[in-house]
């Protein structure tokens, strides 16, 4: 890790590779690929979040080719393709651990953006990428919708108000130790109080009508003049 950015143990990481390469092959295998889509929907998956931010910063080499990053999605994805049905009982363990690392990835994309001297808007944004990006990329290479970005459990929510909370404490503390254990404190309590009372991100509210009346702008909510 870069100066100034949140290291993760490395066994922390080979977990989430991990087991983000496994939930990838599995959604790729309800979708009844072969192999070869069923591995790179896997690698997009489990190191996805961090090339979108290594490419968005402009890193001359990502640092996902680094390291063994791609060596351990490949191990999710044969996993995935070779042992469904067993590893599909990990299911729940990996959505416990994803929970749990959400906002250590939002710490770490919003810290790169910080450190190379981007606005705090765009670090936040950085942040949530980081966080949600190997999820659209397998929603998007399976044909779906993003789930992160439909109304739903809080992920991507739960991903932007960390970011947003690490990048204020920051900026007006500079306590980034506090930042960083707030934040990602925050993004596991919000994502799994979610999940415990169902809490779901709302649709779209259309409330022209109400901003029209408002201006006084609706001609049909004036009384009828009688002569």
């Not at 066994?11 to 009844?32: C, D, F, M, P, S």
């Not at 680094?66 to 995935?80: D, S």
């Not at 990006?133 to 789930?147: A, I, M, Y």
């Amino acid at each position: 890790m870069a100066a100034g950015v949140l290291a993760v143990p490395t066994l922390i990481e080979v977990a989430a590779v991990t087991g983000g390469a496994i939930a990838g092959a599995l959604h790729a295998r309800k979708r009844h690929m072969d192999f070869m889509g069923i591995a790179f929907v896997a690698i997009c998956t489990g190191v996805g979040g961090g090339a979108i931010r290594d490419v968005l910063l402009g890193n001359a080499v990502p640092v996902f080719l680094l390291q063994n990053f791609i060596l351990m999605a490949v191990v999710g994805a044969v996993a995935g393709y070779f042992f469904g049905a067993l590893v599909s009982e990990l299911e729940p363990a990996i959505y416990v651990l994803d929970t749990l690392l959400i906002g250590v990835w939002v710490v770490i994309g919003a810290e790169k953006g910080l450190a190379v001297g981007l606005a705090a808007a765009a670090a936040v944004f950085l942040g949530l990428t980081t966080a949600i990006g190997g999820g659209l990329l397998r929603d998007v290479l399976c044909r779906n919708v993003p789930t992160a970005l439909m109304p739903g459990q809080w992920v991507a929510a739960a991903a932007i108000v960390s970011a947003v909370l690490f990048v204020t404490i920051e900026h007006f503390t500079g306590w980034r130790g506090v930042a960083e254990v707030v934040a990602i404190a925050a993004a596991a309590l919000l994502r799994a109080l979610s999940a415990r009372y169902n809490w779901v991100t709302p649709d779209a509210v259309d409330a022209s009508t109400r901003f029209r009346r408002w201006l006084g702008l609706d001609r049909s909510s004036r009384p009828t003049r009688v002569n």
